[in-house]
């Protein structure tokens, strides 16, 4: 089996990443849902929502543990690193999707805990 080499062009450190290209992303969007529905566990028990370090470290343990493989095989094809070339395409319309859809469940935990809250002016799940 030959090796082969190849050489990246200058300045395509945040194409060629790939946790750049939606890890990080998506385990922030799994935390903030896992934290929403902390959230509103306590609200239904009556009970004062905080949250300490060793908890929000668990819980990040918990959200990376929800995390499918095939996420982060998809974020590495997305810049090209594939064994075909058509994955690429495909890998992106993955990410997106997944994300979409892990967002509408955060916007719909958001705006539940903010309507228990009495909250009248809602944040947006981006500024949340």
Known sequence: MAVKLAFLPSNTTAIAQPLDQGIIRAVKQLYKK????????????????????????????????????????NCFKRPGFSVCAGDADDASDT????????????????????????????ISFPDF
Not at 95 to 122: F, Y
């Open 95 to 122: 990410i997106d999707q997944t994300s979409d859809i892990v967002d509408e469940a955060c916007k719909s935990l958001l705006a539940e805990v903010l309507e228990r809250q009495g909250v009248t002016e809602g």
């Open 34 to 73: 896992n934290l929403l529905r902390k959230f509103l566990l306590a609200i239904e028990c009556g009970k004062l929502f905080s949250i300490d370090l060793i908890g929000a470290i668990r819980m990040l343990k918990y959200s990376w543990r929800q995390f499918e493989a095939t996420t982060v095989q």
